[in-house]
């Protein structure tokens, strides 16, 4: 980090001097290399780019020895955690250096970005710089400082912010391991439900079609499931209002995590439906779905005895017609949850537009997801109430 921070700052422009322990033995580069007392003396802004657990004796104790070295310096702590185990109540790095260098500005930046984001122009990798510190002027310096250096910086708050900043570097997705465990798991009971049906309990089906028609009748529930699960919070919540008479009073801490997990349930519920309906369209023929069609009607006649066989093609059933166009909405109304649920894109909209896409929509989308199942078990239900009707009599 310490070089790739080192070069990116010399192609902007700046002069810049490096600090090590043995600048002797350092010869793998062209800029200055001093020993870490002159660096800092020589230096307004000081990069530190050293493991934490060096900070006592390659820094605090040049402090101990001469405090007035550190005197107005800013000080740029780009450490991040190393202890697995770190809490929120516990000190962040930045926040134990500004304590034992009292008298230097320290500012938390720059932690957020690899040296490979540092020295590669066409990285894809996140180019912002969050910027956290108790002195505002200092803070601002800093901000500048990234801009100059072609990154996006932003002002993250005090020091104290350093406890997230630097914890959330070491986590992989937080927000969507519980939504992906959730889905897994319903996944697994549609599963088992289908295979049980399909060939222990009626044994119709050949495991020939275990890839798409098994997984599509596995992936069409799931999806229904999730969509429900998605908009099921809210109206726990509105309960839980009614129940207390008043909007103020914290939820319970499994019901904040679940309505704070929408976007995420959302998003994969999206990707289900969508899996759904893609492998519906390839298989989308009389052969899988006989009851949407009308059955094939085979015109055989024999002329000057001469067998000709005349296959009229056959048409949709108004069933079928209807549970497509409702799944065509319901996919439709889904996509424009999913896009703008991209920030760049809920951006784009008030806050008044964004609730009646994400509330009003996503309800409407919920309404058409059943009424999509309503149009395929309506005829059977007519069937079997028809059915019940003439035993009665
Ligand atoms: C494809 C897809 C993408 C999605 N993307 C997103 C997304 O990007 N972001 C997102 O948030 N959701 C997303 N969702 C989930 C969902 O669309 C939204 O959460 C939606 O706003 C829920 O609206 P609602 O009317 O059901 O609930 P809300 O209007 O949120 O809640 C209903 C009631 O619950 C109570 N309530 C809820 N939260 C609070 C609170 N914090 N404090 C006090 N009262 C509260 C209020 O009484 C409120 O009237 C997505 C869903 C899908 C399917
Ligand atoms: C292009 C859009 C869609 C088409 C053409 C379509 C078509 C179908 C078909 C053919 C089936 C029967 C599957 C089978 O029995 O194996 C089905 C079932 C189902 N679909 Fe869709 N679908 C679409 C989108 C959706 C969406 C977006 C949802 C939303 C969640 C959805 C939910 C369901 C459910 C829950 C079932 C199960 C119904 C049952 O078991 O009775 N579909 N769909």
């Known amino acids: 980090m310490g070089f790739a921070l080192a070069h990116r700052l010399f192609l902007c422009g700046f002069t810049v001097v490096m600090g090590s322990r043995c600048p002797d033995k350092r010869n793998d580069t062209q800029l200055e290399i001093v020993s870490i007392v002159e660096c800092i003396r020589r230096s307004p802004i000081i990069f530190v780019a050293i493991h934490p657990e060096h900070y006592i004796d390659s820094l605090v104790s040049h402090f101990d020895h001469e405090p007035s070295l550190f005197d107005g310096k800013i000080l740029i702590d780009i450490s991040n955690q190393t202890c697995e185990e770190s809490h929120l109540n516990d000190s962040s790095n930045a926040e134990r250096l500004q304590t034992a260098i009292s008298n230097a500005f320290v500012v938390k930046a720059f932690n957020t970005i690899s040296s490979f984001a540092m020295q590669s122009t066409t990285t894809g990798e996140s180019c912002k710089v969050f910027v956290a510190s108790d002195h505002s002027i200092m803070k601002n310096k800093v901000i500048t400082l990234a801009r100059e250096m072609n990154f996006d910086s932003f002002n993250a708050g005090s020091i104290r912010v350093a406890r997230h900043l630097e914890r959330n570097t070491k986590s992989l997705f937080p927000q969507w391991q ?12 549609w599963l088992t439900y289908t295979l049980c049906m399909s060939f222990i309990s009626t044994r119709t089906t050949s495991w020939n079609q275990l890839f798409l028609h098994v997984a599509n009748e596995t992936l069409c529930s799931s999806a229904i499931t999730m969509l429900a699960i998605v908009y099921m919070s809210s109206n726990l919540a509105c309960i839980f209002q009614l129940v207390n008479g008043t909007r103020e009073r914290r939820f319970p801490m499994w019901l904040d995590r679940w309505l704070l997990s929408r976007k995420q349930l959302g ?38 005895n001469q067998t000709r066989i005349v296959v009229v093609a056959s048409l949709m059933t108004a069933k079928g017609e209807l549970a497509s166009l409702l799944g065509i909405l319901t996919q439709l109304c889904m996509s424009i949850l999913a896009i703008t649920s991209i920030p760049a894109i809920g951006n784009l909209l008030n806050w008044r537009e964004w609730r009646f896409v994400q509330s009003k929509l996503g309800t409407m989308t919920l309404l058409l997801a059943i009424g999509h199942v309503v149009a395929m078990v309506m005829p059977y239900w007519i069937r079997n109430f028809r059915n019940l009707h003439l035993n009665k009599f």
């Open 267 to 304: 998003i994969l519920t999206f990707a289900l439906a969508l899996s759904h309906s893609i492998m519906t369209l390839i298989l989308i023929t009389p052969a899988y779905y006989s009851s949407w069609f009308h059955p094939v009607e085979v015109m055989v006649s024999t002329v000057h």
């Open 178 to 189: 519980i939504p992906i465990v959730i889905t897994l798991v319903i996944i697994s009971i």
